[in-house]
């Protein structure tokens, strides 16, 4: 007996419905992206490995998959390695390419190869899947949609309000209340000035991202192993508990980084993010200030955005910040850039508990056609010709059955008429139309049928 197949973990199919609910999500997405002056992209599914690896640091490196070259690639390979058993060395050795990681290096390598051919600064979104070698669970998926967009070019602190009317343009487009965490990037460099370990800073942001999912007890810990002193944790622990308004938590920073350059600097570009928006105003998100938000790519060098969703337990649903220099690291040297992604997938799961989806219908026909037998057929199939080139969806049931099973069909598929053709219509060159809401039917040329259809869409 045949295994039953099946599909590798952290992977979906996806029937009609819930694509019709994942283009409603898309759909407003990508209408907003363009409101805002963004152009669509698009890259490789997979990458050149060296372009990817050493970009998210170590913990990124791991979920980056890895994709085996072709041909017999064990025979090059040096016995002593493969009796090593080093993964790390070996990967080098077997594999050249890569599925993307995320969208943000693919467009920072696509800005460096096309650069030329840009106009700066350049706006760019890109709606596209990407892989991760995760422990797949809920809301969390090893392939998966990012919808990004990004501008090169510009330092202006400007992009980065933008960037959080443009969140707040989306989610109150979905009718979804969600909560936009700032913070900054220089700010926690300040902070880090408070470690007697100045080396330890990747450590300490890393876990410091992980306080919503672990406590202040896992984050310390994590630190302890990582090698940062207690001391230094004791020292960065009050931020752990900060209250108060968004002003009152910038006051106490402050004073706590009074003696940091850096820290001070990234004070005063949250400052002016936070008092352009409370003047442009935001139409539904709610800002907020979080000190502990650290989003652990290693290219962020400034502002840095989370969101999460009100009311629903889930992790982010969105995130981003600015980057200096991204492209530097593909040799285009000062090309400040920032950009925000969308988490689709999550954003659906989301939409789904809130019950948003009540409007999302699954495309189908507006007139099913009976098929009665050969010549009925084509007599149909010239009317639905004409049904379609004027807009309206249209179809021909392809056998010739009895009526019930084709108006069963039609029932379970919700099509909202039914067009009938036999012999005496044929002559009058008519049809029946059955509306299958209320059980009406009446005779009407081709003409009538358009006009009946097209009012009740």
């Not at 409101?35 to 980056?64: C, Q, V, W």
């Not at 979905?174 to 330890?200: C, F, M, Q, W, Y």
């Not at 005496?424 to 209320?438: G, H, I, R």
Request: hydrophobic fraction near 40%.
């Amino acid at each position: 007996m045949a295994q039953k197949p099946g599909i590798p973990k952290g992977t979906r199919d996806f029937s009609a419905e819930q694509i019709a609910k994942r283009n409603f999500i898309i759909n407003h997405i990508k209408n907003q992206f363009e409101l805002f002056g963004f152009a669509p992209i698009e890259t490789p599914s997979f990458e050149n490995l060296s372009t990817l690896m050493g970009k998210y640091g170590d913990e990124g490196d791991r979920l980056i998959f890895k994709i085996l070259n072709s041909g017999d690639f064990l025979r090059k390979v040096d016995d002593n390695l493969l009796t090593e058993k080093d993964a790390k060395k070996l990967t080098t050795k077997i594999s050249e390419k890569a599925l993307r990681y995320d969208l943000t290096v693919p467009f920072a390598r696509y800005v460096v190869q096309h650069q030329n051919e840009l106009i700066f600064p350049f706006k760019r979104y890109q709606i596209q899947p990407v892989w991760r070698a995760d422990r797949p669970q809920k809301g969390r998926f090893r392939e998966f949609y990012q919808c990004d967009a990004d501008v090169v070019g510009s330092r202006s602190l400007w992009q980065d309000v933008e960037f959080v009317l443009l969140y707040d343009a989306v989610f109150t487009a979905l009718k979804l209340p969600v909560t936009i965490k700032i913070n900054n990037r220089k700010i926690l460099s300040g902070l880090a000035d408070l470690l007697e370990e100045k080396d330890k800073f990747t450590d300490f942001v890393v876990a410091l991202d992980k306080l919503d999912k672990i406590g202040e007890e896992g984050v310390v810990k994590e630190m302890a192993s990582k090698g940062i002193s207690q001391q230094s944790i004791d020292n960065i622990t009050p931020i752990f508990n900060f209250k108060g308004d968004n002003k009152a938590k910038i006051d106490l920073l402050k004073t706590l980084l009074a003696d940091s350059e850096t820290g001070q600097k990234g004070l005063e570009e949250l400052e002016f993010v936070l008092n352009s928006l409370s003047e442009t105003g935001l139409q539904s998100a709610g800002i907020e200030f979080d000190i502990t938000l650290a989003r652990g790519l290693n290219y962020y060098t400034g502002s840095i955005f989370e969101v999460s969703a009100k009311n629903v337990q889930m992790g982010s649903i969105g995130g981003g910040g600015r980057y200096d220099d991204l492209t530097g690291i593909f040799g285009l040297k000062n090309m400040s850039g920032i950009g925000i992604s969308f988490g689709l997938d999550r954003i659906y799961l989301v939409m789904e508990e809130l019950g948003l989806f009540e409007n999302v219908s699954i495309p189908k026909p507006d007139v099913l056609f009976i098929n009665f037998g050969e010549k009925e057929a084509l007599y149909s199939l010239k009317a639905v010709q004409k049904l379609r080139r004027t807009g309206i969806k249209a179809e021909l049931y392809p056998d010739t059955v009895k009526m019930k099973k084709q108006m069963t069909y039609a029932n379970k598929r919700q099509i909202p008429f039914v067009a009938l053709a036999g012999s005496n219509e044929m002559v009058n060159n008519t049809f029946t139309l059955k509306n299958m809401t209320d059980g009406s039917q009446r005779e009407v040329d081709l003409e009538e049928m358009i006009e009946i259809v097209k009012s009740k869409k």
